[in-house]
């Protein structure tokens, strides 16, 4: 017994807590991760860091290389929650962090020192650089105006995080603030200086929509972006901004120097990319020999016929580059005035562009809100035929039969595998659904309901849940936990007749009155039932004695 005591320490104090400075995120653990989620929900008290800090440490055995990720999404009392959370880090070794800070007061937070920062921000972003375990970042601050020196400070604060292999930053919405003295604001170019900073980053997804991005920002944000060599996953999102062809044709430039890219996609919709922009497009994305999905979306520009064409011919040349597996392809132009009034001259037709993309397998092509000839239309479904070799082929606005079935094959940033790494616990999400591993209880082929237990524990309380490897006597527990369930019901039933023998005792009765009394009551109530019968039906009472007899 005395072996097993220390096991049961940590659920009894969690229990015995009283959790006074916030509240508590849910944790959820399993062989190789430690998952906190602080999402969903409003913290009004603020988050209680160190208290969930020092719980995860009470089981030091289950914290023995698991890899920590922390989901966070708060809209209120940020300032205060953050400050708390940096206080706490040391005490969580993180090596995925999602913190979603979007729409929220966190640019507001008062200027003060915290330590020797003047800004909250600052502070934050030099933490997590001291970590080397951190090699996974979400950081969402849609929907906000920060000032022109606080940009710069999130591109130089972002860039000292050298050890990230996996980059998540979304800055939808950004409305830059001017302020007196300030500096000219430049999201390019703090964007630019982080990039160029981080030399192992593997996978980037930016999403810079309706952020006022203009040709000079995508120009410097390019600079950047082509000193990214170990970079084989991007996620780009520059939706609705002012985007012309300067712009696309700098952006095209940068991308095209990231050689290892495998899996790219670009969503420059609602900007203003005319046919020479679509056309440097083509041209450049297409020397990236190794891309295996492609995903374009020039939705709501004004590419013509021309661009179109010319986009699709310079593609070409990954067609027939040679690849172990599958290419997917899927471009956007929908309501982009593709019309063969505005051919250029030595244009190649729809068709012939088409029929250049042989070596593709899946291709998603939307052509819808183009007001098309039914000439033009023709000739691309001519083109289309020739692709034989698509497993997959389906062109919307275009009279064309969808061809097989969807199969998704591009990658989304939940579920790459980053390379050269050495740990086994960066396994994508999706790798692990596919052939899950067995948990103790499983592998053994029997139900574990100390486990179980546990699980309880765990999901109320916030407290780490024991492993059933952390103890050796298994079967004890079981009967343990059968002997306090059969105590607490014979408890019940005690109190329970002891409640009503008092209730009796207090009127002055007995439980042979009390019988005696429901007793009489039953009979009159049956007597009365007798007599109120029609004459016509057969009374219940009746119809029992007839049987009795």
Same mark, same amino acid.
């Given at each position: 017994?005395?072996?097993?005591?220390?096991?049961?320490? @940590?659920?009894?104090?969690?229990?015995?807590?009283?959790?006074?400075?916030?509240?508590?995120?849910?944790?959820?653990?399993?062989?190789?991760?430690?998952?906190?989620?602080?999402?969903?929900?409003?913290?009004?008290? =603020?988050?209680?860091?160190?208290?969930?800090?020092?719980?995860?440490?009470?089981?030091?055995?289950?914290?023995?290389?698991?890899?920590?990720?922390?989901?966070?999404?708060?809209?209120?009392?940020?300032?205060?929650?953050?400050?708390?959370?940096?206080?706490?880090?040391?005490?969580?070794?993180?090596?995925?962090?999602?913190?979603?800070?979007?729409?929220?007061?966190?640019?507001?937070? @008062?200027?003060?020192?915290? %330590?020797?920062?003047?800004?909250?921000?600052?502070?934050?972003?030099?933490?997590?650089?001291?970590?080397?375990?951190?090699?996974?970042?979400?950081?969402?601050?849609?929907?906000?105006?920060?000032? =022109?020196?606080?940009?710069?400070?999130?591109?130089?604060?972002?860039?000292?995080?050298?050890?990230?292999?996996?980059l998540s930053l979304d800055l939808s919405g950004l409305h830059i603030r001017s302020t007196t003295g300030d500096a000219t604001p430049c999201l390019g170019g703090a964007l630019s200086l982080a990039f160029s900073r981080l030399s192992r980053l593997q996978s980037l997804e930016l999403m810079l929509a309706v952020s006022g991005i203009s040709d000079a920002d995508i120009?410097?944000?390019?600079?950047?972006?082509?000193?990214?060599?170990?970079?084989?996953?991007?996620?780009?999102?520059?939706?609705?901004?002012?985007?012309?062809?300067? =712009?696309?044709?700098?952006?095209?430039?940068?991308?095209?120097?990231?050689?290892?890219?495998?899996?790219?996609?670009?969503?420059? #919709?609602?900007?203003?990319?005319?046919? !020479?922009?679509?056309?440097?497009?083509?041209?450049?994305?297409?020397?990236?020999?190794?891309?295996?999905?492609?995903?374009?979306?020039?939705?709501?520009?004004?590419?013509?016929?021309? %661009?179109?064409?010319?986009?699709?011919?310079?593609?070409?040349?990954?067609?027939?580059?040679?690849?172990?597996? @599958?290419?997917?392809?899927?471009?956007?132009?929908?309501?982009?005035?593709?019309?063969?009034?505005?051919?250029?001259? %030595?244009?190649?037709?729809?068709?012939?562009?088409?029929?250049?993309?042989?070596?593709?397998?899946?291709?998603?092509?939307?052509?819808? =809100?183009?007001?098309?000839?039914?000439? !033009?239309?023709?000739?691309?479904?001519?083109?289309?035929?020739?692709?034989?070799?698509?497993?997959?082929?389906?062109?919307?606005?275009?009279?064309?039969?969808?061809?097989?079935?969807?199969?998704?094959?591009?990658?989304?940033?939940?579920?790459?595998?980053?390379?050269?790494?050495?740990?086994?616990?960066?396994? #994508?999400?999706?790798t692990a659904a596919e052939s899950p591993l067995p948990n103790d209880a499983t592998a053994r082929g029997g139900s574990d309901v100390f486990q179980t237990v546990s699980d309880m524990l765990f999901n109320a309380t916030g407290v780490g849940k024991a492993t059933p490897n952390a103890v050796s006597g298994i079967s004890f527990f079981n009967v343990l936990f059968q002997?306090?369930?059969?105590?607490? !019901?014979?408890?019940?039933?005690?109190?329970?007749?002891?409640?009503?023998?008092?209730?009796?005792?207090?009127?002055?009765?007995?439980?042979?009155?009390?019988?005696?009394?429901?007793?009489?009551?039953?009979?009159?109530?049956?007597?009365?039932?007798?007599?109120?019968?029609?004459?016509?039906?057969?009374?219940?009472?009746?119809?029992?004695?007839?049987?009795?007899?």
């Amino acid at each position: 017994m005395a072996g097993v005591t220390p096991h049961f320490l @940590p659920v009894i104090a969690a229990l015995l807590s009283v959790n006074a400075a916030g509240e508590l995120c849910a944790v959820h653990r399993s062989q190789a991760t430690v998952n906190i989620s602080c999402s969903g929900r409003t913290y009004t008290g =603020g988050v209680a860091w160190k208290d969930l800090a020092l719980r995860l440490q009470q089981d030091q055995r289950g914290l023995a290389g698991a890899s920590m990720s922390l989901d966070a999404s708060f809209s209120h009392g940020t300032c205060i929650i953050v400050q708390e959370l940096i206080e706490a880090l040391p005490d969580l070794p993180l090596a995925v962090l999602s913190l979603d800070l979007s729409h929220s007061d966190f640019w507001e937070c @008062p200027s003060r020192n915290f %330590g020797r920062f003047s800004r909250l921000l600052d502070w934050l972003l030099w933490s997590l650089a001291g970590y080397e375990r951190l090699t996974s970042l979400t950081f969402k601050l849609a929907g906000m105006g920060p000032t =022109g020196s606080e940009v710069a400070s999130l591109g130089h604060g972002l860039g000292n995080m050298s050890n990230l292999q996996e980059l998540s930053l979304d800055l939808s919405g950004l409305h830059i603030r001017s302020t007196t003295g300030d500096a000219t604001p430049c999201l390019g170019g703090a964007l630019s200086l982080a990039f160029s900073r981080l030399s192992r980053l593997q996978s980037l997804e930016l999403m810079l929509a309706v952020s006022g991005i203009s040709d000079a920002d995508i120009w410097e944000l390019g600079a950047g972006l082509s000193r990214l060599k170990t970079l084989y996953q991007l996620d780009l999102v520059v939706v609705n901004n002012q985007i012309g062809n300067f =712009g696309a044709r700098e952006l095209a430039k940068a991308v095209s120097s990231l050689m290892g890219l495998t899996f790219l996609r670009m969503d420059l #919709s609602y900007n203003q990319v005319g046919a !020479v922009g679509a056309t440097d497009l083509g041209q450049e994305i297409g020397r990236l020999a190794k891309l295996e999905s492609l995903r374009i979306s020039l939705k709501d520009n004004n590419v013509g016929f021309s %661009g179109v064409s010319s986009l699709i011919v310079g593609l070409a040349p990954l067609s027939a580059a040679s690849s172990a597996k @599958p290419r997917s392809l899927a471009l956007d132009f929908t309501s982009n005035g593709i019309t063969s009034t505005n051919q250029n001259v %030595g244009t190649k037709s729809l068709g012939k562009a088409l029929s250049t993309l042989q070596g593709f397998r899946l291709l998603d092509l939307d052509f819808s =809100g183009n007001p098309l000839e039914p000439a !033009v239309v023709g000739d691309a479904v001519e083109g289309l035929k020739h692709l034989k070799a698509a497993t997959y082929l389906r062109a919307s606005g275009l009279d064309f039969p969808t061809v097989g079935m969807p199969r998704e094959v591009t990658k989304t940033r939940s579920q790459v595998m980053l390379r050269q790494r050495s740990d086994t616990n960066t396994m #994508s999400s999706s790798t692990a659904a596919e052939s899950p591993l067995p948990n103790d209880a499983t592998a053994r082929g029997g139900s574990d309901v100390f486990q179980t237990v546990s699980d309880m524990l765990f999901n109320a309380t916030g407290v780490g849940k024991a492993t059933p490897n952390a103890v050796s006597g298994i079967s004890f527990f079981n009967v343990l936990f059968q002997i306090i369930r059969f105590c607490l !019901v014979c408890a019940f039933l005690v109190a329970g007749g002891f409640y009503g023998w008092a209730r009796l005792k207090q009127r002055g009765g007995s439980f042979a009155s009390a019988a005696r009394s429901l007793h009489g009551t039953l009979s009159a109530a049956a007597t009365s039932s007798t007599a109120a019968a029609p004459s016509g039906e057969v009374s219940l009472t009746a119809t029992a004695e007839e049987e009795r007899e």
